[in-house]
């Protein structure tokens, strides 16, 4: 088995999967002041993601090692190039941490409010990002033996503000479910028509995003190469239709469902259209950081095939175990009821 | 100022703001871990009130080590990109390991824990704090395998044009990693206890809850003198292995400017970097330093002079950050052993100049931790992979200062905004008392 495809797929899979399970935090703190009308409003949404967006965030930290010990050479560069909007996003993330764990620890309005809008701004930027991010990836960055030649400014190309109002709108439609599916009452029932009304823009966007691809990008070559492959795209469409299906039937549960495979079909889409690059250079192909001209030696790549096939169906294992624990929906009188709760 | 120096002072930073946190959270773990086990055990309320107390507060300090991480390792690629390329190979493999088998463990029991009173029966509420702290100390010994490998590079060859893997196992029992991750759990321990007995302390001088801060204290005060006394044994054994490993800064600990055998150390001391020498030395106890060293009486110690100059950290800071780690370190033991006969003799109250004395020492263990940092850290340099690599070779070719001069200043702001917000917080609650203490919330009830 050719390990560097192996990394290739667990890359996917682990970014996959951290826009999945932080999606509907993001969304959810996006959606936070509109969503959340008054402070209980708000308590019952943090304490819905409170159990388990710190484990969601650790995705990212291991999607990030893994890129390190795999494809090192894709690290540094991606890291270094992307210095700017990688820094707001670290910043962006610390806020929205310290945010959940300190909005309830202190009475005042002035207090409150400050977090409540520092987890809206803290949410909304990482998205926003992450989508400038992967659409420039996508597409391509200007990279040549010079090295890089891109700017934040730069990042900011139509294309690039297309994927990134994509992932805003993904997660958006995420979070707004995720209420729906957690709270009760008028909390919840606000959160199904906001998932409702944001579903047409999304849908309008993600269109265009798939149209605007087949310009901007060179994703579909592999597409066009081995057509098989298309089924994933398919999927990807027919899961977002399937949201709107499944809200119709007021099965908040089967729409959420839907839209991690939508998310997670859009992310795959992306990344298979990528193969065999992690990010391509729009300059000259030649320079393009691959799977092969930037990865770790095959004694790395074996020992950490190893770590990751042990570990992370126990990683999984325990997280299924947790979302088991704290399934079932929060509201006022759980709170009430609850002294420990946030 | 140019990109090296600052991305150097970024890192110092960032990685000393995310060092307030780690070691409370180290040692808070595994005593709160110890109390709610009480509770579980003997059935005892106050355990149980113990645990949220202190389980607050270690709340309260988790979230800022955990969010302040991620910064670190982000780090790696954005200003020390030219490092990553070069050692990612075998660096990253510990990085990934850590998030993989120890982050997500300690990331999603926290959240059992915090959230789970009512979800979970009390042994399995005892456990996820448990797992939390293993997974806690297990995060610690990847992250000091990969700092240690860059202190003592083994199990690698160049190849390619880089530093390739090709022993696993070498990495993994890398003894320079393994002491250091001994040294520092056990001073993440110290820290954890000297904060416990200092806010116990706070609450004795006020004579509110007496019986629960009195055994609080007395559980700090147990953890710190087995804690302290570890911190010495290992950091003794660390030492050797650094005078092996890294002579020139074990040169540079201790200001030996000419190699000898049978080496003094001398209680007194100044370096005198311009002329390769010391400006005071006084007191020489003989052989002392060869015997810390090598433990042996007649064992020859290497000098500064005997590296060429560009080859030595800086002098100073490494020498007076190791006096005053150790200074502070043996005042630990011997203030975990008052605390414990005064505890045991039930004499606390009757000498409150020693409460105060203990509330004025919850800073110490911390700088403590600091400096032990910069011995470690400023006494690799030149090398930011010792003997391998020089740190200034280090550094990411693409980034231009303006763009470093930001994120100093956005994360200076930024740190120093959260830190205050969150000892304020500590602070509040710490003062609070137990009755009010509730896990997520201000302390009402109901609220």
């Known amino acids: 088995m050719d390990l560097h495809i192996v990394w290739f797929v667990l890359w996917g899979v682990l970014w996959g999967v951290y826009f999945m399970l932080d999606g509907f935090v993001l969304g959810g703190g996006m959606l936070h002041r509109v969503l959340g009308r008054d402070d209980t409003d708000r308590r019952v949404l943090i304490n819905s993601y409170g159990p388990v967006w710190d484990g969601n965030e650790v995705w990212l930290v291991t999607a990030g090692g893994a890129t390190f010990a795999a494809f090192p050479t894709t690290y540094a560069l991606m890291f270094s190039y992307l210095y700017t909007p990688l820094l707001l996003l670290l910043f962006a993330l610390i806020v929205r941490g310290v945010s959940f764990e300190f909005r309830g620890k202190e009475d005042g309005a002035l207090w409150k409010g400050c977090w409540d809008w520092a987890i809206v701004v803290s949410s909304f930027i990482p998205a926003l990002l992450f989508g400038v991010a992967f659409g420039n990836i996508f597409a391509g960055l200007p990279m040549d033996e010079a090295g890089y030649h891109g700017s934040l400014i730069y990042l900011l190309n139509p294309y690039g503000v297309v994927s990134g109002l994509l992932f805003v709108l993904l997660f958006l439609e995420h979070g707004a479910l995720y209420a729906a599916l957690k709270s009760t009452g008028a909390l919840s029932r606000r959160a199904e028509e906001t998932a409702k009304a944001l579903w047409i823009p999304l849908l309008v966007v993600a269109v265009g995003f798939l149209g605007y691809s087949n310009f901007a990008t060179r994703l579909y070559d592999n597409y066009l190469a081995a057509p098989v492959f298309a089924v994933v795209p398919l999927l990807a469409v027919a899961a977002l239709l399937a949201v709107r299906l499944f809200l119709a039937k007021g099965n908040t549960l089967a729409a959420f469902a839907a839209s991690c495979a939508t998310i997670l079909g859009v992310v795959f889409t992306g990344v298979i259209g990528l193969f065999p690059n992690l990010i391509p250079s729009n300059l000259d192909a030649l320079y393009s950081l691959t799977i092969y001209n930037s990865s770790s030696s095959d004694y790395t790549l074996r020992i950490m095939t190893v770590v990751a096939f042990v570990f992370v169906p126990i990683v999984i294992a325990y997280k299924v175990w947790v979302y088991r624990l704290f399934r079932g929906r929060v509201s006022a009188e759980t709170l009430a009821g609850d002294h420990e709760a946030y | ?447």
């Open chain 2, 1 to 447: 100022m140019d990109v090296l120096t600052l991305s150097r002072l970024q890192f110092a930073v960032t990685s000393m703001f995310h060092f307030i946190f780690v070691p409370l959270t180290l040692g808070l773990s595994v005593l709160v871990a110890a109390m709610e086990t009480r509770y579980v055990v003997t059935g005892n309320e106050m355990y149980k009130r113990m645990t949220k107390f202190w389980g607050k507060l270690f709340l309260i300090n988790f979230a800022l080590g955990v969010v302040t991480g991620i910064t670190l390792e982000f780090q790696f690629g954005m200003n020390w990109a030219e490092y990553s390329r070069y050692v990612g190979d075998i660096f990253g493999a510990p990085l990934a390991i850590e998030a993989t088998v120890a982050f997500f463990l300690e990331s999603v029991f926290i959240g059992v824990w915090a959230f789970g009173w009512n979800k979970v029966g009390k042994k399995m509420h005892a456990a996820s704090i448990w797992i939390v702290a293993l997974a806690t100390n297990l995060s610690g010994l990847w992250i000091l395998l990969a700092n240690g490998w860059m202190q003592h590079p083994v199990g690698y060859v160049l190849r390619n044009g880089r530093a390739e893997m090709v022993d696993f196992m070498a990495l993994i029992t890398n003894p320079f990693g393994l002491l250091k991750f001994g040294h520092q759990i056990v001073s993440g321990y110290t820290v954890g206890a000297f904060f416990v007995m200092g806010v116990s302390a706070w609450h004795l001088l006020r004579g509110r809850n007496r019986d629960f801060f009195k055994a609080s204290f007395g559980m700090g005060a147990v953890f710190a003198l087995a804690s302290t006394l570890m911190v010495a044994v290992i950091g003794d054994f660390h030492a050797v292995d650094v005078a092996k490993t890294q002579p020139a800064k074990f040169a540079a600990m201790e200001s030996i400017w000419d190699s000898c055998r049978n080496a003094p150390m001398h209680l007194i001391a100044f370096p005198d970097e311009k002329n390769q020498c010391n400006l005071v030395s006084a007191f020489p106890v003989p052989g002392m330093l060869s015997l810390l060293a090598y433990h042996d009486l007649n064992a020859e110690v290497r000098g500064l002079n005997s590296f060429p100059k560009a080859d030595r950290p800086p002098v100073l800071p490494v020498f007076l950050s190791f006096r005053a780690m150790v200074g502070l370190g043996t005042l630990f033991i011997v203030l975990a052993a008052v605390s414990i006969f005064f505890h045991r003799r039930n004499l606390l109250e009757k000498y409150p100049w020693f409460l105060r004395a203990m509330v004025l020492c919850i800073p110490l263990p911390y700088i403590a931790n600091q400096l032990g940092w910069v011995v470690s850290e400023v006494g690799r340099q030149p090398w930011i992979v010792y003997g391998l690599m020089r740190t200034s070779d280090a550094v990411s070719k693409s980034i231009d200062l303006s763009q470093v001069i930001g994120s100093l200043l956005g994360f200076t702001l930024l740190y120093g905004l959260l830190g205050f917000v969150d000892i304020y917080l500590l602070a509040k609650f710490a003062r609070k008392g137990p009755e009010e203490t509730s896990i997520g919330a201000t302390g009402a009830f109901g609220k």
